[in-house]
């Protein structure tokens, strides 16, 4: 859906929603029962907001689960805005920071909620969940518990959230032990001093060589060495000049701790990457909750300010590449925060509190 010629996620956040939803309905019916068959025989179900239909199938099975996510936004809170991106980051205090939570939860019912309501009832033999009522945070009337796979350090727990929300820590892979990086790329790494990564992960472009080139051009002013991320319309090892090297893909936990700084979307994995990897970031957020990191971003002082994507240009990237690759005291504070991120065992915590709740 966000490949060329798909849906554009630089329309109105809302309409891009919309379409979404519309585009998944001929295959919503096979992801839900899908969901059903992989669910039997289960004692405790974890999903994502992306696998919202086994919530309904743990009411069915009337067996306990809980929400894992990346993004802090899915619990109303008082701290800050809901960070899908609907609704701006106003300076309105806390009440209208919550409303912006409680406002994106019936969205999200009104979007979606015939679809499955048809399906709880002429599937699961359910009944309808009431218009108007958002029923991820509760299961029988009792809170539900959540997993937050991001740091503390990065989004501290906000003090209105109940002991039933738990921030872990980042949920890093790490390679394989078997994975080993191309010769080309240690030879490209090897030849020179640390070089800027400039990806977008999933965020397609619909002009992918003219971004190649801005890419490139911002490269060259800064005096940089790069990598390029795939994405890029084809573009060739060949195509480039010595100190530019094009990669179709490398674990982020691996590469990111060689290189200058990072370039990227803004994405909470990608994100993630960065912070332990303990470089500055320069964020081009595109969709949803990028912005919400390229504020932290900033914020936590590991990157320049952040560059929409409508509002890419050479200058503005060259500017950003500089300032991150010069400023010392920017990372310093990237390293200090890699060292901390590091230290953190999110997947273990999360293990823990998962066998506590089995229990």
């Known amino acids: 859906m966000l490949g060329p010629g798909g849906i554009d996620p630089d329309q109105n956040l809302l309409l891009w929603f919309s379409e979404v939803l519309r585009s998944m309905k001929p295959i919503a019916e096979r992801i839900a029962d899908n969901t059903w068959l992989v669910c039997?025989?289960?004692?405790?179900?974890?999903?994502?907001?992306?696998?919202?239909?086994?919530?309904?199938?743990?009411?069915?099975?009337?067996?306990?689960?809980?929400?894992?996510?990346?993004?802090?936004?899915?619990?109303?809170?008082?701290?800050?805005?809901?960070?899908?991106?609907?609704?701006?980051?106003?300076?309105?205090?806390?009440?209208?920071?919550?409303?912006?939570?409680?406002?994106?939860?019936?969205?999200?019912?009104?979007?979606?909620?015939?679809?499955?309501?048809?399906?709880?009832?002429?599937?699961?033999?359910?009944?309808?969940?009431?218009?108007?009522?958002?029923?991820?945070c509760q299961m029988g009337g009792r809170p539900q518990h959540f997993l937050g796979s991001y740091s503390p350090i990065v989004s501290p727990k906000p003090p209105d959230w109940g002991d039933h929300i738990h921030v872990c820590g980042y949920w890093f892979l790490d390679p394989a032990p078997q994975w080993q990086p191309p010769a080309q790329l240690i030879s490209f790494l090897e030849a020179g001093s640390p070089p800027v990564y400039i990806g977008f992960g999933s965020m397609a472009n619909r002009a992918p060589q003219k971004m190649a080139q801005l890419a490139q051009q911002a490269l060259k002013k800064s005096g940089q060495r790069g990598?390029?991320?795939?994405?890029?319309?084809?573009?060739?090892?060949?195509?480039?000049?010595?100190?530019?090297?094009?990669?179709?893909?490398?674990?982020?936990?691996?590469?990111?701790?060689?290189?200058?700084?990072?370039?990227?979307?803004?994405?909470?994995?990608?994100?993630?990457?960065?912070?332990?990897?303990?470089?500055?970031?320069?964020?081009?957020?595109?969709?949803?909750?990028?912005s919400f990191w390229a504020k932290r971003v900033t914020e936590l002082g590991v990157g320049p300010q952040p560059i929409p994507r409508r509002k890419l240009t050479v200058e503005r990237l060259v500017a950003a590449i500089t300032t991150a690759t010069i400023d010392k005291n920017m990372q310093a504070r990237a390293a200090s925060l890699g060292d901390r991120i590091r230290a953190e065992d999110g997947v273990t915590r999360a293990i823990e509190l998962i066998e506590g709740f089995t229990q």
Request: net charge neutral; proline share 10%.
């Open 40 to 136: 039997q025989d289960t004692d405790f179900i974890i999903y994502s907001m992306v696998g919202i239909w086994a919530y309904h199938v743990a009411e069915k099975l009337n067996i306990p689960c809980i929400m894992a996510s990346p993004i802090p936004g899915v619990v109303p809170t008082r701290a800050y805005p809901n960070p899908n991106g609907i609704f701006p980051s106003l300076p309105l205090g806390g009440g209208y920071n919550r409303l912006t939570h409680i406002l994106s939860q019936q969205l999200f019912q009104l979007f979606t909620g015939s679809l499955i309501n048809r399906w709880r009832k002429e599937k699961l033999h359910l009944p309808a969940i009431p218009f108007g009522k958002y029923p991820y």
């Open 227 to 290: 990598i390029l991320a795939t994405g890029w319309g084809g573009l060739d090892n060949a195509d480039l000049p010595d100190n530019i090297f094009s990669l179709d893909s490398a674990p982020h936990t691996w590469l990111f701790p060689h290189m200058a700084a990072v370039v990227h979307h803004g994405g909470a994995g990608t994100t993630g990457a960065s912070f332990r990897a303990g470089i500055p970031s320069i964020l081009v957020p595109h969709m949803g909750d990028q």
